[in-house]
């Protein structure tokens, strides 16, 4: 009736929240306790009330569809390949090459092929977004959150394919030759980031958590590079010495 488990988890989760919310106090029975929780306005939306004729009203689910959630999330990524050729970003690697992975983190395929080492910083991302909305929109249903992220994600692709950002990490040892991502890269990226957030709606958060810090730990001996040292290097003046010490370090990767 909902389309999904997790728009079921949610649905629950609202509901005991507007439960909980009237005064009980006075409260004789069941009938009089859910007339005041509907009078009081205390539904969660996505409820509406059925019309009844003496005891407890009925209760349907009104949900947008899951084909909605589809075409809203489509609308994304094509404003986000538009955006992005519009900006003079190829759609492909410049070898002509569509790979499924790239190893080497020095390759001129890296940000350019379907995934690179740089992939689980987005699955990271994807898990960061899902806990800050449930954390801040829990009543949005999930089809609604992930969108959310989504725009959040492409936002992010974009600017991060602007010129100044590009010349910004090219600063970096590891993207000294860095020109932005393909538009199949930074596709795959925003795919990758709905596959984290996706993860996350269904694991424990412990269990997210401690993915999250294995994926950093790993990129970090794989290739002296992850999302943590991604954003230092991002906000950090570029010659304070804690960041020149990590420009050297991940130079030695190179050689």
Not at 165 to 188: E, M
């Amino acid at each position: 009736m909902l389309g999904s488990v997790s728009d079921a988890e949610d649905l629950v989760q609202e509901t005991f929240i507007c439960w909980m919310r009237p005064d009980r106090s006075d409260a004789t029975d069941a009938e009089t306790y859910i007339g005041r929780w509907h009078t009081a306005g205390s539904l969660p939306a996505g409820l509406t009330n059925r019309s009844a004729t003496g005891g407890i009203a009925m209760i349907t689910v009104t949900r947008a569809p899951i084909r909605s959630y589809a075409i809203a999330a489509a609308t994304l990524v094509c404003i986000q390949i538009a955006v992005l050729h519009a900006l003079g970003q190829p759609f492909i690697a410049a070898s002509g090459r569509i790979l499924l992975w790239v190893n080497d983190p020095l390759s001129p395929d890296m940000s350019q092929q379907l995934a690179d080492w740089y992939s689980f910083s987005h699955i990271i991302h994807g898990f960061i977004f899902y806990g800050l909305l449930w954390l801040v929109a829990p009543r949005l249903p999930l089809g609604l959150r992930l969108l959310i992220a989504m725009a959040v994600e492409i936002g992010w692709e974009i600017a991060e394919n602007s010129p100044a950002v590009i010349q910004h990490y090219r600063q970096q040892a590891l993207a000294a030759g860095y020109v932005g991502d393909s538009i199949l890269n930074s596709v795959s990226d925003t795919v990758m980031m709905s596959a984290g957030f996706l993860f996350a709606s269904r694991v424990p958060g412990r269990y997210v958590v401690a993915i999250a810090v294995v994926f950093e730990i790993f990129t970090a001996i794989m290739i002296r590079d992850n999302l943590t040292l991604n954003v230092i290097n991002l906000i950090a003046p570029p010659h304070w010495a804690p960041i020149e010490a990590i420009h050297d370090w991940q130079a030695g990767a190179a050689r």
